[in-house]
């Protein structure tokens, strides 16, 4: 039962290259979510997602995008990566908003930008 | 603004020392109050859901409480696998459908042999 999954889990860019992270999780969520985690912060909503298809944005969205073309998958990209998103990068879902269902996160990516 | 206060931002106990961790909130209109905890280089891991004030939920050496204003997390008699970054985390009611949770930046438990 893997639950989520993040790839990839280490990554070096140079400041404005672009790459994709991608989450996958296999418990037939309807929620995902995308968060930021730095050193002396609490964990960030980037954006999330409440089913195939559709998008919004959370607490710090500008810089990154997101696509959920499959129920099961969330992408986020950044398209010219900066220092400042030097960051841990958490996938999370849940089952549904109405129930009060957990969020289950991933292990991760950690992301340098030089 | 929701908000969320973890106090102390770091704890040292020896074995079998029961202390509680506190989680301090402002929230609009509470849907819930998650409890999760961390260990290096993972994500976070769901412990508990809290939903109204009293409120009580067990697990193992883990009790997690809950008041309009703040959360506890009793930890009684740890042990070193106990060691951990300890988040809290609330949900809020809100129109606009947005779902995310606010974290607190967490308390750090070291329990020491």
């Known amino acids: 039962n893997a639950g989520v999954t993040q790839t990839p889990k280490f990554r070096v860019l140079k400041t404005g290259q672009s790459m994709t992270l991608l989450c996958a999780q296999d418990?037939?969520?309807?929620?995902m979510y995308w968060y930021r985690q730095d050193p002396g912060m609490g964990l960030r909503l980037i954006h999330y997602?409440?089913?195939?298809?559709?998008?919004a944005k959370g607490e710090v969205p500008d810089g990154y995008n997101v696509s959920r073309l499959k129920k099961q998958n969330f992408l986020l990209g950044l398209e010219s990566a900066a220092p400042s998103q030097t960051s841990v990068y958490f996938c999370?879902?849940?089952?549904?908003?109405?129930?009060?269902?957990?969020?289950?996160f991933g292990d991760g990516t950690r992301l340098s930008i030089l | 603004e929701d908000q969320v206060t973890q106090s102390p931002e770091a704890l040292r106990l020896q074995e079998g020392e029961s202390s509680s961790l506190n989680c301090s909130y402002t929230?609009?209109?509470?849907?819930?109050l998650f409890w999760y905890r961390q260990d290096p280089g993972k994500g976070p891991e769901f412990l508990f859901t809290?939903?109204?004030a009293g409120e009580e939920k067990e697990k193992e050496r883990l009790k997690a409480t809950l008041t309009k204003k703040e959360s506890f997390l009793h930890i009684t008699a740890p042990k070193p696998e106990d060691s951990a970054t300890y988040l809290c985390?609330?949900?809020?009611?809100?129109?606009?459908?947005?779902?995310?949770?606010?974290f607190g930046k967490g308390t750090h438990l070291i329990i020491q042999p």
């Open positions: 999370a879902s849940s089952l549904r908003r109405t129930n009060n269902q957990p969020q289950h």
């Open positions: 418990m037939n969520h309807e929620y």
């Open positions: 997602s409440v089913g195939e298809g559709t998008t």
């Open positions: 929230v609009s209109g509470l849907r819930g």
């Open positions: 809290l939903y109204s």
């Open positions: 985390a609330v949900q809020a009611y809100s129109g606009g459908g947005a779902d995310g949770l606010t």
